[in-house]
């Protein structure tokens, strides 16, 4: 069993930064990967960034790229979202999943982004 616990949501005038983190605990494993994903009232959930835990390879959301960093720590356990020029229309929940080799997903319970325009 994985355990997941995001922190650092907040709130955060429109164009400033927060950094989200998302620290994992529990079953250890390789060859894993990590995301972001963020869901909005009435919206469904939505991928924002990916890094593959062992080579540190990311992929990100096309409307983010260049104001989103994911990155990780590997002797922490803990992965990060640095997010930078926010806008209101991305305040929303974001969670943080694991993914390992067999496809199963770990989710974390969100931290909520609120972003004032």
């Known amino acids: 069993q994985v355990q997941l616990v995001e922190s650092g949501g907040g709130l955060v005038q429109a164009g400033g930064s927060l950094r989200l983190s998302c620290a994992a605990s529990?079953?250890?494993?390789?060859?894993?990967?990590m995301g972001w994903f963020r869901q909005g009232p009435g919206k469904e959930r939505e991928f924002v960034a990916t890094?593959?835990?062992?080579?540190?390879?990311?992929s990100y959301l096309d409307s983010v790229k260049g104001r989103f960093t994911n990155s990780r720590d590997r002797a922490k356990n803990t992965v990060y979202l640095q997010m930078n020029s926010l806008k209101p229309e991305e305040a929303e929940v974001y969670y943080c999943?694991?993914?390992?080799?067999?496809?199963?997903?770990?989710w974390g319970k969100g931290t909520q982004v609120t972003v004032s325009s």
């Open positions: 999943n694991a993914r390992d080799p067999g496809g199963r997903d770990y």
């Open positions: 529990g079953r250890t494993f390789s060859n894993v990967v």
């Open positions: 890094i593959i835990w062992n080579y540190g390879i990311t």
